[in-house]
């Protein structure tokens, strides 16, 4: 029987292994530049896709009984009403229709299916995530023109612990990873809307903590 003071004990366990993980990110990260002008105003265009526990409604058209909604599995799967284990994640909602239509194919004439995703959770690749010292650190799916005041206001912003002006935008580049520094200090205290920046799908956002 797990005690109380043992869940005390994992708790600051875990509260310990998540403050390790930061320290050695922010020490990767080494000194960190602003982000360049460049990268600063636009986030890119991109298509969202499906990832695991992401909430879909299946509609087939002429054929209500085939109609279902259900959850993306962990595995990346999806169950519909006449096919198991259509991998979903990694598609987009079209790509997905279309697979449908291809596996509907040996049981309804000429079907045409329609995909509407209504619960995003999105890939490892289309999240943004914040780690440190924010108030729920998470992982936070991007859309289109995400800024990173969006991102903060989707956290809940920072500890009375944090940093903000050291904190680290960690973000990858044709498979380089590079880190910049970002002024969450004077973005959400002094309504320096100049510290504000857009964020790409896969950024990481490490909120540094005050050591005095």
């Not at 994640?89 to 329609?114: D, F, W």
């Amino acid at each position: 029987m797990t005690t109380l003071t043992g869940v005390t004990g994992m708790g600051r366990l875990a509260a310990a292994a998540m403050a390790a993980m930061v320290a050695l990110l922010l020490a990767a990260c080494g000194s960190h530049p602003p982000v360049p002008a460049g990268e600063r105003a636009a986030g890119p265009d991109y298509n969202y896709v499906i990832g695991p526990g992401d909430t879909m409604e299946i509609f087939v058209w002429g054929n209500p009984e085939l109609t279902t909604t259900g959850i993306v599995r962990p595995d990346g799967k999806f169950t519909t009403r006449l096919v198991e284990d259509l991998q979903a994640s990694g598609k987009t909602s079209t790509e997905l229709a279309r697979a449908i239509e291809n596996a509907y194919g040996e049981y309804v004439r000429q079907p045409v299916v329609s995909v509407i995703v209504n619960g995003f959770v999105g890939v490892p690749e289309q999240q943004v995530r914040v780690v440190g010292e924010a108030t729920t650190p998470s992982s936070v799916p991007y859309r289109q023109h995400m800024t990173l005041l969006d991102l903060m206001i989707a956290v809940g912003g920072m500890t009375e612990f944090a940093s903000g002006n050291k904190s680290v935008l960690v973000r990858t580049h044709g498979g380089q990873q590079q880190s910049f520094n970002v002024r969450l200090d004077d973005l959400l205290k002094k309504g320096d809307i100049s510290a504000n920046l857009a964020l790409m799908p896969g950024d990481i956002v490490i909120i540094s903590e005050s050591w005095f």
